[in-house]
């Protein structure tokens, strides 16, 4: 007859099952955090401008909303405030994410409600749509970009916690920097390949350029659009047309297109970006822009843009 365990022996080993357990759901806890936020060695993109002793790290995902989000605004001819403004809003509602779940029926990056006329579900997924409709509604805002960030985010979302946008204002302040071109190579991303399948390539940059700057952003040199290389890997997107943009607003505007494809390199595959004398590489990601080795065609004129297919 086996002696029976004593009830020190059961303690501890019940202990020791309860230790082990909780040392396997800190394990699994901490490897959501990380795939969530981005762990150390995770794929990311930071900004920061020069003489900015601080700097902004967001993901990937996080990077290319709020790039869609910026060229919205270019698209609609709005100044900076109101992309500083929208960026803190999506910043607070969504950590500019484009969710489909939040408070009731609310959905997006701005968590906009279908039930309050703000469009579907389906069009409020679309970040392109719901920039526009947020601008939209900024737009009607007297006085906006005089008004205090918490003031005209609130006229456009009728939060509950209208003081929460507040704490977002200064990262906002530092992404609309870099993405409206005002602070040069101030984004820079290391890439990651899409898990989904989709495929990248010219006509995937054309497509979306088109769609978040407007048709005017490539004028149909070429029959597509931009200016292609052989193969079909390369385009240059124009910076000026018809000698429209002069000095620093021309320069500025070529920042505002190569920081765009920083934030959408690991999406459409990009593989290298270049203007005015700087490159970035895919393959040397961590080593951010560096001056350009050789003349690549592509000088203060336009962006040239290489993509993996």
């Known amino acids: 007859m086996s002696a029976q365990p004593t009830p020190l022996a059961s303690r501890k080993r019940l202990w020791r099952i309860a230790a082990a357990i909780a040392v396997l759901i800190g394990l699994v ?56 403004i929208a960026l803190a809003t999506a910043m607070q509602e969504s950590g500019l994410r484009n969710i489909d779940f939040g408070d009731r029926d609310s959905v997006g990056l701005f968590q906009q409600r279908p039930s309050q006329d703000w469009g579907t579900v389906k069009q409020i997924m679309d970040p392109v749509y719901a920039a526009g409709e947020f601008y939209t509604h900024l737009a009607k805002v007297p006085g906006y970009s005089r008004l205090p960030l918490t003031a005209a985010a609130q006229k456009v979302q009728r939060s509950g916690y209208p003081q929460a946008y507040a704490k977002h204002e200064a990262n906002a302040a530092r992404l609309t920097g870099a993405l409206t071109g ?29 769609r978040e700057f407007g048709p005017e952003v490539l004028p149909r040199t070429d029959g597509a659009g931009g200016r292609s290389a052989a193969g079909g890997r390369s385009m240059t997107v124009p910076v000026q047309r018809d000698g429209a943009r002069a000095g620093e607003d021309r320069v500025r505007r070529g920042w505002e297109l190569a920081t765009w494809a920083m934030a959408h390199s ?38 040239r843009i290489v993509t993996a297919q």
């Open 29 to 84: 806890v901490y490897l959501v955090v990380q795939y969530v936020t981005g762990g150390p060695g995770a794929p990311h993109c930071l900004v920061r401008a020069e003489g900015d002793d601080k700097a902004y790290e967001l993901t990937p995902e996080q990077a290319e909303n709020a790039a869609t989000i910026s060229a919205v605004a270019s698209s609609r001819g709005l100044p900076e405030r109101a992309v500083t």
């Open 266 to 303: 690991a999406e459409l595959r990009i593989e290298q970006i270049s203007y005015a004398g700087r490159m970035w590489s895919a393959a040397d990601a961590g080593k951010g822009w560096q001056k350009e080795p050789h003349a690549s065609g592509a000088g203060a004129d336009g962006v």
């Open 182 to 210: 005002r602070d040069h190579a101030a984004l820079v991303c290391s890439q990651s390949r899409p898990v989904d399948g989709k495929t990248g390539g010219v006509a995937k940059v054309r497509e979306k350029l088109v």
